[in-house]
């Protein structure tokens, strides 16, 4: 096993530098510049503003200057958002995103994984039919409509709830619940194919063949083996949320990271662009070891090499 | 020995599907005493399984028992519920599958599922539980019961899974063993051991056997009385001799017919019975063998025949004997 860790690890590490050089030089491809605005500057002054930047020195000095910073943690400054780091600018951000992303994630599974459970259940029944349909409005409907539907309906005509930042708890509920509906609905549609899968193997005949009551059935036997594929999804889906999303911290105002990632690239923010994308992947590559390793303590079968 | 443990009666079960009422039992009667092992053969969809099932209620939704009496152990088991079945699975009457590959849950240990069923039905503590885990597996001819108990479904091979699932089946010594067709997924060597090893255990433990199966040699080697099933009906019961030397019913002669000889001429062809089973959707108004039957007359097609008695073991529907038995009797006159 931790053997196995390490190898990950150092893969992961691999992995990382060959997004890091990836980004490095498409972004740099894209025409334009962090300077180059409609309203231009004098010639003097964005020469003045490269030097700062080390942006006037050819592109693979930059390079290597921004991985000799990388390998020492620094992400260095960002170009758009004035006398700040970029790792400070992470540091900030990230936990709200995480915050509210951890909330979501878990209101998806707690919700997901029993009405999935239900769903399977009652196959063919009016709870299958209900859920089924709710759970593929979830799917269809897109974040930014459910976000005005839910600021429309609570936050203005009935005054329920908060509409903007995260300053008391009942301001979480909105910009959760606009997070949690796509992940619930995947994952009541996932858990519910893949309990209907193992209900049908033979190893389920032999629990009733044996006595055991149907809701220990349900709790031991079928659900230990119809999770897989829930945990294979919330593994990425976890840290695809937690690095934020644009669309949610825009309509209720959070100051989360979500926002950064795309006014980055729309500002070309080299060192923003760098940084959030290479934050991305590690999260990504860590939560895929981690589905590994809990695939391994859940189905014995599998081997970790 | 010769205490009743099974009696069923007419037993009439159908499936209730979207397409309709399968009618998967059609007046199934048959008794067995402490002790018997029955063979029930037939091919697939004759009903031998779910006859099985019934014993032990695994015939839920879309199966329904619609008629007739069916006593086990003391137990009236059609008017049973669920929650009745519950103390009987497992404990007075088991059942080993067709395949031991998928039969066992993969995430569990071998041990955890052994104990599982015997804390279910006694009051053993944890302790004595595993205790009684290895005794099983020692009993079943598993080498190393410690270390197995701990392993995998997936460590063992097919052989060794069936015998984890004789021993899960016999963990609470069952009246009744239902083997549904226990050595079909296993290779020829491994079929001889697991048929060796369930014939001892009924020695060493005196339950009854119902082995259900379309393997001729296993019935003939393991069995006393056999039931031959076709369309949800017994068309012929009788002990094992006067089935394979006396066959009556003219399914089972084809059925015996179509085993390969041993001292067959070279290039002998195999002899099938033509045809296709029978639609339980819409089953036939006599005979459900008719069809394809090679002696068919016209009263097979219009009316169920009734049973004609050949001794006391040994029993057929068929109009064929019936007519035999009405001509002899009008000699006798």
């Known amino acids: ?305 | 020995m010769s205490e009743k443990i099974l009696d069923i009666q007419q037993e009439r079960l159908s499936f209730f599907t979207p397409a309709g009422e399968v009618k998967a039992l059609n007046g199934v009667s048959f008794a067995m005493n402490q002790g018997d092992v029955l063979g029930i053969v037939g091919e697939s969809g004759s009903g031998k399984s779910v006859t099985a099932y019934s014993i032990m209620g695994l015939t839920a939704y879309p199966g329904k028992l619609v008629g007739g009496k069916v006593w086990f152990n003391g137990h009236q088991i059609d008017e049973m519920s669920e929650k009745e079945f519950r103390k009987i699975r497992g404990n007075e009457v088991s059942i080993i599958f067709q395949d031991p590959m998928t039969s066992l849950n993969p995430v569990y240990t071998i041990g955890n599922q052994i104990v599982e069923v015997i804390l279910l039905h006694t009051q053993k503590t944890k302790k004595e539980a595993w205790a009684r885990a290895k005794e099983l597996l020692e009993l079943v001819g598993i080498n190393e019961p410690e270390r197995r108990l701990k392993q995998y479904p997936h460590e063992l091979s097919g052989g060794m899974r069936q015998r984890v699932m004789i021993a899960i089946a016999l963990a609470c010594e069952p009246k009744l063993l239902i083997a549904d067709e226990p050595t079909t997924a296993l290779d020829v060597t491994i079929q001889a051991q697991i048929l060796e090893l369930m014939q001892d255990l009924r020695k060493k433990l005196g339950m009854s056997i119902i082995m259900i199966t379309h393997d001729l040699g296993v019935v003939a080697s393991m069995c006393e009385k056999i039931a031959v099933m076709y369309a949800g009906h017994i068309v012929e019961y009788g002990t094992t001799d006067e089935i394979f030397y006396n066959p009556q019913h003219e399914y089972t002669k084809g059925l015996i017919n179509s085993i390969p000889k041993l001292n067959a001429e070279e290039k002998e062809r195999l002899v099938p019975i033509e045809g296709t089973p029978v639609d339980l959707l819409n089953p036939p108004a006599g005979c459900p063998f008719a069809p394809r039957c090679k002696s068919c007359m016209k009263v097979c097609l219009s009316k169920m025949p009734p049973r004609t008695e050949l001794s006391d073991t040994h029993y057929t529907y068929c109009w064929l004997r019936q007519k035999e038995e009405f001509e002899k009797g009008g000699k006798a006159e």
């Open chain 1, 1 to 305: 096993m931790a053997k196995y860790v390490i190898k990950r690890v150092l893969m992961g590490i691999f992995s990382m530098f060959i997004v890091a050089t990836l980004t490095f030089f498409i972004m740099n491809l894209v025409p334009g510049g962090p300077f180059v605005a409609e309203k231009s500057i004098s010639v003097a002054a964005q020469q003045a503003l490269e030097e700062k930047y080390g942006l006037d020195k050819p592109l693979g000095v930059q390079y290597l200057n921004y991985m000799d910073g990388l390998l020492h943690g620094d992400m260095g400054l960002s170009l758009k958002q004035r006398g700040r780091t970029v790792n400070q600018i992470i540091a900030d951000k990230l936990p709200i995103s995480c915050q509210v992303a951890g909330i979501a994630v878990a209101v998806a599974l707690c919700v997901g994984i029993p009405l999935g459970c239900l769903s399977a259940y009652h196959r063919g029944k009016w709870a299958d039919n209900v859920i089924i349909v709710f759970a593929t409005c979830g799917i269809a409907i897109p974040s930014f409509i459910s976000s005005v539907l839910l600021l429309y309906t609570f936050g203005m005509n009935l005054k329920l709830l908060p509409t903007t930042g995260l300053n008391e708890p009942a301001a979480y509920i909105m910009p959760v619940t606009a997070l949690a509906i796509y992940p619930t609905a995947y994952i009541t549609r996932l858990m519910r194919s893949s309990l209907l899968d193992v209900m049908g193997q033979d190893y389920m005949r032999t629990a009733r063949a044996k006595g055991v009551s149907s809701v220990k059935i349900l709790f031991k036997h079928a659900l230990r083996n119809a999770i897989l594929p829930v945990v294979t999804y919330v593994g990425p889906m976890l840290a695809m949320l937690m690095t934020g999303s644009f669309v949610v911290e825009k309509i209720f105002t959070i100051p989360g990271l979500g926002r950064d990632f795309v006014s980055a690239i729309n500002t070309r923010d080299y060192t923003m662009i760098m940084g959030t994308t290479i934050l991305l992947a590690s999260l990504v590559i860590i939560a895929n070891v981690i589905v590994d390793i809990l695939y391994k303590v859940i189905d014995p079968r599998i081997k970790l090499k």
